[in-house]
């Protein structure tokens, strides 16, 4: 029996000192909506609900907490999903600018020029208010500053957890999902026709 121990110990061991077989790279599809979010206030209701209801509508959404693992590095993982992203979704809540991370999402979604829906939950517009804690550089602060203001005059959605009635909201932000994401395709077919004429124009 020590005998049998003995030697099932050294296979193991000789398995884990063995080289590891190399991982084919994978490249993870461009995610089609970035869900920007405060962790504390919605992503155990709002977050994730909305990203399970869209991913069954076979769309990619991503959310940090189901798309990195422990490991990852914020920024490298963050930074590549909002730059290929189709569409973002920022959801405000009252603890929302009390996170760097959150006014950092939604100030490359806006640099990069993508469309978002705003959803002020449990909140109004005009509560959102940037705060210097002293982790910021003037500059970053001022992009914070202006991406607030730029989510502030966009026409979004209002819920209010506690009396709201969640599949009918659930509804509409899809449907604004949806809506968006026809007008964004539409608009870069037809981008995409009018360089096709330019360039074949001047071919002639």
Not at 57 to 69: A, C, N
Not at 127 to 148: E, P, T
Request: hydrophobic share 35%; net charge positive.
């Amino acid at each position: 029996m020590q005998q049998r121990c003995s030697s099932s110990a050294k296979n193991l061991l000789r398995k884990i000192l063995q080289p590891p077989t190399p991982i084919k790279a994978t490249t993870r599809p461009h995610c089609d909506i970035f869900i920007n979010h405060r962790g504390i206030d919605t992503k155990r209701s709002i977050a994730e609900l909305l990203y399970d209801h869209v991913l069954r509508m076979g769309l990619r959404p991503f959310l940090d907490s189901r798309d990195m693992k422990p490991g990852d590095r914020l920024f490298e993982k963050i930074n590549p999903a909002i730059g290929n992203c189709k569409l973002g979704v920022a959801i405000f809540s009252p603890h929302y600018c009390d996170s760097y991370f959150c006014l950092h999402e939604l100030a490359l979604l806006m640099e990069s020029q993508k469309r978002v829906i705003p959803i002020f939950c449990d909140m109004k517009p005009s509560q959102l208010q940037v705060k210097d804690y002293g982790i910021s550089s003037q500059k970053q602060l001022q992009g914070f500053i202006w991406a607030i203001e730029e989510a502030k005059y966009t026409v979004g959605l209002t819920f209010d957890t506690s009396t709201g009635d969640w599949s009918n909201f659930l509804n509409n932000v899809t449907d604004a999902i949806i809506k968006n994401l026809v007008e964004l395709e539409e608009e870069n077919s037809s981008s995409k026709k009018s360089s096709y004429i330019v360039q074949g124009s001047r071919r002639r």
